[in-house]
């Protein structure tokens, strides 16, 4: 029997902050759909436990990484060799924000912010070229899958100024490095999401569920869920997605598409 077009079976993926959040339900439909995948936390515990669920499904391997700075990106690279013995798509979810009026706004919270956000994204691209050069062909690219935001696409007023410029810059490397890439059978596209329930955005959620405010200002009017966000990294990785590269895609609810 053929594999379906979006069947990730034989897949090698490493997926940055994939213990939990966004990250973790992105690794989830990876695993669900064949990949082999690893994850990574800041925190032991949390990657035990994010490893021991999804491993139910399928092969996932663990690496613990605070991926503020450069060293931390190569020596993740260096891990993903070693453990997986090759990478076929790199999915940059790990990220950080900040918010507060601009009046408090400090200094410190720009260099930590566009580290992870942005810098480390292109590192561990750098450092993992030789896998994905190695994983990829003319039929079946290797993939790089940033994760952008809403907020690096157009003003959503959170008062979380490098967070929003750091999303910026992730959507501009995400096509500059489409464009130098495309020759090598590299895709590198951006998941752009909207509002979804986790750690990042428990201050918009009450004991009832989203700010009924935030809810009607999405046109689709909920919040996203982890198949939305899991089944759009599926495409962008599956052969499915092959002949995509260079785009920010949305999945917002309509706040980018309908704005
Ligand atoms: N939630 C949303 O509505 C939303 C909307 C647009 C974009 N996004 C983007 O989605 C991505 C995931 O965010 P989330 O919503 O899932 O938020 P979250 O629950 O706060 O998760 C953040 C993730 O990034 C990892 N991380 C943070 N700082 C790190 C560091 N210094 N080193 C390594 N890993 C680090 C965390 O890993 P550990 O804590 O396990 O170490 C965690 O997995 C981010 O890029 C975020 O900007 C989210």
């Known amino acids: 029997m053929t594999a379906g077009p979006f069947d990730l079976?034989?897949?090698?993926a490493?997926?940055?902050?994939?213990?939990?959040?966004?990250?973790?339900?992105?690794?989830?439909?990876?695993?669900?759909?064949?990949?082999e995948v690893m994850i990574t936390s800041r925190k032991q515990d949390a990657l035990d436990a994010a490893r021991a669920e999804l491993g139910r499904q399928g092969?996932?391997?663990?690496?613990?990484?605070d991926l503020s700075t450069p060293e931390a990106a190569k020596a993740l690279a260096d891990e993903v060799s070693r453990a997986m013995g090759g990478c076929a798509v790199l999915v940059n979810n790990a990220g950080k924000t900040f918010g507060a009026?601009?009046?408090?706004?400090?200094d410190k919270a720009w260099a930590g912010i566009m580290a992870v956000n942005v810098q480390?994204?292109?590192?561990?691209?750098r450092e993992l070229l030789p896998l994905l050069r190695a994983s990829a062909s003319a039929d079946d690219p290797a993939r790089v899958i940033n994760v952008g935001s809403v907020a690096g696409l157009r003003t959503e007023r959170l008062s979380a100024y490098?967070?929003?410029?750091?999303?910026?810059?992730i959507h501009m490397l995400t096509r500059d490095l489409a464009g130098d890439l495309a020759a090598d059978n590299i895709?590198?596209?951006?998941?752009?999401?909207?509002?979804?329930?986790?750690?990042?955005?428990?201050?918009?959620?009450?004991?009832?569920?989203?700010?009924p405010a935030l809810l009607a200002h999405i046109p689709l009017k909920r919040l996203g869920r982890a198949g939305d966000i899991g089944g759009a990294a599926v495409f962008l990785s599956s052969r499915a997605g092959s002949y995509v590269?260079?785009?920010?895609?949305?999945?917002?609810?309509?706040?980018?598409?309908?704005?």
């Open 9 to 12: 079976s034989g897949r090698k």
């Open 14 to 35: 490493l997926v940055t902050g994939g213990a939990q959040g966004l990250g973790r339900m992105i690794a989830e439909s990876l695993v669900a759909a064949g990949a």
């Open 59 to 65: 092969q996932v391997h663990g690496a613990v990484a």
């Open 101 to 106: 009026p601009i009046e408090s706004f400090p």
């Open 120 to 125: 480390t994204p292109f590192t561990l691209v």
């Open 162 to 169: 490098s967070y929003s410029a750091s999303k910026a810059a």
């Open 187 to 211: 895709t590198v596209n951006a998941l752009v999401p909207g509002f979804f329930p986790t750690r990042m955005t428990a201050h918009m959620q009450g004991e009832d569920g989203a700010d």
């Open 245 to 259: 590269t260079g785009v920010l895609l949305p999945v917002d609810g309509g706040l980018a598409g309908c704005g």
